[in-house]
């Protein structure tokens, strides 16, 4: 089966995807939903070869539902569509991964995903950092937390204190101390996450103005 798609440049992009709808008797294959930015698996479907088809043509993710015996267009009537972004096929031939933009929450209970999650971006323990940053800085606990009693000082503080490990991290990067720059730079960035949120951004933010300024 030959499957086109539009990328998001608007250039024709052509896969040939030998999907076998005919591995399981109901022919059936298991369409998992990821959503293209946050990387994050929203929900997980079924598609015929006639859902396929119209999910290829209308770019709105259409499933077969089993309870209703009949296509199912996610979004038909809550209008929580999943904008088609592009469709991968298994080793086997046999399972979708369907990454998209979702228009709203997709769980039908109102969540982000089927498993309740938040479908917000994740930078690994970056984004564990910048939790723990927010945390302890609404804790206030300026005796027992080094991050609660810098935000107290102010910002000017906090901003200093990156520009002191951004000398010692170039400061080692001009040495053969590779221990003593990684050791710099892991301060310099964790300071960097401090001063990020003291101004009311996050990583979230920086993304979004390197992704404007790419070409």
């Not at 209703?68 to 267009?73: A, E, G, I, P, S």
């Not at 994740?122 to 910048?130: K, P, V």
């Not at 003593?180 to 401090?194: N, T």
């Amino acid at each position: 089966m030959v499957y086109s798609y539009w990328t998001k440049n608007e250039e024709p992009t052509t896969k040939i995807m030998n999907i076998d709808f005919n591995k399981n008797n109901d022919g059936l294959v298991p369409a998992i939903i990821q959503d293209a930015t946050t990387k994050n698996v929203l929900m997980l479907g079924y598609m015929n070869e006639e859902a396929f088809k119209k999910t290829q043509e209308t770019k709105l993710v259409t499933f077969f539902s089993r309870t209703k015996n009949r296509l199912w267009t996610k979004g038909e009537e809550s209008g929580n569509v999943l904008n088609l972004i592009d469709i991968k096929l298994d080793c086997d031939n046999d399972t979708l991964l369907v990454s998209v933009n979702p228009n709203g929450p997709t769980c039908h209970k109102g969540t982000d995903t089927c498993w309740g999650e938040v479908n917000k971006q994740n930078y690994g323990f970056f984004s564990t950092l910048e939790d723990v940053i927010t945390e302890r800085v609404a804790n206030k606990d300026t005796k027992k937390s080094y991050v609660a009693s810098l935000f107290a000082k102010g910002i000017n503080k906090v901003a200093q204190k990156v520009g002191e490990e951004a000398v010692e991290t170039v400061i080692e990067a001009m040495d053969n101390n590779d221990e003593l720059f990684l050791y710099e730079s892991a301060d310099l960035m964790f300071h960097y996450l401090m001063l990020l949120q003291a101004k009311g951004f996050t990583l979230k933010d920086i993304e979004a103005e390197l992704k404007g300024r790419h070409k």
